[in-house]
């Protein structure tokens, strides 16, 4: 390896003068017991999505006993077709555009050129490791969730801002709970559509972008509010967010166990698929808080 190579073994720091390896910090704080605790949701053929995007599919391509080894052995596997936008899933900057640019005023036309995009494309996102808030909205204003169509305001963001702990940093990964992923079992109601869906508008999008978060995430199908009736008509905080401001917007996360244990801050951990020039990748993101050792089971490590 050569000198200049920045890594070490994992677990160890380099030595000098016969000293003892030093704990790595990182693997001390993971063993004195962390909780994990899953954002995603389960995807599944007619699970709730946008109806813009192709809908998921999975089929086993082959079974148990359709080809059968000499050792007894046998194997199977599976087709798996699906949009980039379904599920648990993160945008990239090329996904929407505003007069025809980009982000970094890129040209849309031009960069889209070929089947896929030449620039912002989802592989282009570092993975995320960062810290995290969570701003349960439904907590601060008394209920259990947002109504139909309710907008989330530059107020509401800031009241559940000021729950100990949750004040955004810059950097960080701001998640916006809402209530309505309680709907999630519900494909019609969840989707919403006749009756709207609670979110953050352009001014809620302003005002998240002025914390300058590394991404941002909601409980919802579309991130942002949906008037009742109207569907996925405008998406302000869209434009906002991806194309003026560059942060990328995780949707259709499942925030309601931070929610129930009161977690408002801890460490996401989110990486996109490395699909080349696409507009968006499934994710599985974590939340990652402390827990004492001796309960670290089962979501815990």
């Not at 995430?217 to 009742?228: C, H, M, Q, S, W």
Request: hydrophobic letters at 40%; charged letters at 20%; a negative charge.
């Amino acid at each position: 390896m050569p000198e200049d190579h920045p890594s070490h073994a994992l677990g160890s720091a380099p030595l000098g003068n016969g000293s003892s390896p030093k704990p790595e910090p990182l693997l001390e704080c993971i063993s004195a017991g962390v909780k994990v605790i899953d954002l995603s949701r389960e995807m599944f053929a007619g699970m709730p999505q946008s109806p813009n995007h192709p809908e998921f599919r999975m089929a086993l391509q082959r079974r148990h006993g359709d080809m059968v080894r000499a050792d007894g052995s046998s194997a199977a596997n599976e087709l798996i077709v699906t949009g980039g936008h379904v599920g648990t899933h993160v945008d990239a900057l090329c996904h929407v555009s505003y007069k025809g640019r980009l982000h970094n005023d890129l040209d849309a036309a031009q960069v889209q050129a070929g089947g896929k995009f030449s620039a912002l494309g989802i592989e282009t996102m570092a993975p995320v490791l960062c810290r995290g808030v969570l701003l349960d909205i439904p907590a601060v204003l008394g209920i259990s969730c947002c109504p139909p169509g309710y907008e989330i305001t530059p107020d509401d963001l800031e009241a559940a801002s000021c729950v100990p702990g949750a004040a955004p940093s810059r950097g960080c990964a701001i998640l916006v709970r809402s209530g309505w992923g309680q709907h999630f079992s519900d494909r019609e109601r969840y989707i919403g559509k006749q009756s709207g869906v609670p979110g953050p508008s352009e001014s809620g999008a302003r005002w998240l972008a002025e914390h300058s978060p590394v991404v941002v995430g909601a409980d919802t199908i579309a991130f942002e509010r949906l008037a009742p009736g109207a569907g996925h008509a405008v998406l302000p905080a869209h434009r906002v967010l991806l194309v003026k401001e560059g942060i990328h917007i995780i949707e259709m996360m499942d925030l309601e166990e931070l929610s129930k244990t009161a977690v408002v801050e801890f460490v996401l951990i989110l990486a996109p698929l490395k699909l080349q020039g696409a507009t968006g990748s499934p994710v599985r993101p974590l939340a990652v808080v402390s827990a004492p050792s001796h309960q670290s089971q089962g979501g815990s490590i």
